[in-house]
Nanobody
Framework: VQLQASGGGLVQAGGSLRLSCAAS????????MSWFRQVPGKEREFVVG????????RSADSVKGRFTFSRDNAKKMVYLQMNSLKSEDTAVYYC???????????????????WGQGTQVTVSS
């Protein structure tokens, strides 16, 4: 599985960005697709994730009500719509895929098999 993330950039606080992640290769409807983010010196942090098919996305408390996960199963694309951005949302954002995840492992980056290259999101205050 190959993942290609895009859509990052510089935005003012309160603004919006939409990230995209294209998956290719051998994907499965039972795979989990998630977004993580990381700032230098900190651990990679779960943002939002969902299986390709079925179930509602789960979000980190820090982004609930502001970030929306969506997917296009036919195109093997997942998206992260980020609204009301804050300076603390500044990070490199990664999409990730995991094939053997259970619900309790969704937020653990160690459980994911494949990662995109990351896209920088910078929110200026």
């Amino acid at each position: 599985v190959q993942l290609q993330a895009s859509g990052g950039g510089l935005v003012q606080a309160g603004g919006s960005l939409r990230l995209s992640c294209a998956a290719s290769g051998r994907t499965s409807s039972s795979d989990v697709m998630s977004w993580f983010r990381q700032v230098p010196g900190k651990e990679r942090e779960f943002v939002v994730g969902s299986r390709w098919l079925g179930g509602s996305p789960r979000s980190a408390d820090s982004v609930k009500g502001r970030f929306t996960f969506s997917r296009d199963n036919a195109k093997k694309m997942v998206y992260l719509q980020m609204n009301s951005l804050k300076s603390e949302d500044t990070a490199v954002y990664y999409c990730a895929s995991g094939s053997r995840l259970i619900a309790s492992s969704l937020m653990d980056p160690e459980k994911y098999d494949y990662w995109g290259q990351g896209t920088q999101v910078t929110v200026s205050s």
